[in-house]
């Protein structure tokens, strides 16, 4: 990490307000997608965020490159707020369009957003003629067919002819990747960018995606629900695995650090529901009081994760935890961490159900 992050968000919220039928005049319910993140990504940085389906991690990565906008907090590129210079308020050191050309994304599914009418040739010469409208067209063929042969798209000349229909799964994803790497992007939001593809081609696309950041010095945020995936692209980037849980960014550090010793224990369930995680001895049973995920719309109050967790206490109905330090790079949002807290001489949490439970436990 250098002294500067190259994007900083800073307690970021993200709430939507679900759409209501013409005649319901009740107050909208509001789901929040994310609340009150804060993290630093550095130059040539790896964060992999997972967490279950609907815990927020694709709109927490589309809110680090500015594709959504926050209702709550900061999202800064290089010190630069990244809404106030799309808006032209305050002091704007930056130009947008310098903003958005350094942050990139390749979608879950490439197909979906390559041009089905267009050549992969004319594809990936629309960032170059945009952000490049000097270099000749005999430049930008060589430059392509260069970027083909890089991520194993050979004959170069073949492929570039070709039509998003005449590919596979694997190909459109490199057309995807090569063409938000001529962009010359700061960093690329990898939005389940594996997760369609055979098990088989998923190491060699996190392979080619890290090649490929030697190469162009680029970061990038990988998002993907397998705890395994994300631990590959981080320990071989050196970088850091963030674990969401309804909005909140439960626990974040080094890959070895989440998979060998985790703190939360919400990440220990998803390193049981990892087969090939689970260390010798863990038991066979889901180590959670609860299967179901609570509902978004109606978060528990105090610790989101204390009507699953089976570690839970009566201050963890009250209280929302903070995130703790736990070394240098490791940060968790659980009061196990803190060995002063009161958590440790409040009892357990009963398993009566909710509305059997005493009213005073339910206080904030």
Known sequence: MTDEPLVSLENAEVHFEEEQGLLDFSDPDVVRAVDGVSLDIGEK???ALVGESGCGKTTLGKTT???QRPTGGSVKYRGQDIWDAKDGTGDVDIPYEEIRRS???IHQDPGSSLNPN?????TLEAPLKKWQPNMSSGDRRREIVRMLEEVGMTPAADYAGRYPHQLSGGEKQRVAL???LLMDPDLILADEAISALDVSLRVDMMDLMLDLQEQ???SFVFV???LSNARYIASHAGGRIGVMYLGELIEVGPPEQIINDPQHPYTKVLRWATPDLRTTGETEAPPVRKIDIPDPKNPPSGCRFHTRCPEAREACTQQSPASYANGASHRV????VDDAHEYWSSPPVSDEPDDQRPTEAHST
């Open 333 to 336: 949002r659980c009061f196990r």
């Open 178 to 180: 090569i063409r938000a």
């Open 45 to 47: 940085d790896v964060v």
């Open 224 to 226: 993907s629900h397998d």
């Open 65 to 67: 490159i500015g594709l």
């Open 118 to 122: 267009r050549k992969v040739l004319g």
């Open 103 to 105: 942050l990139q994304i």
């Open 216 to 218: 162009f010095n680029t």
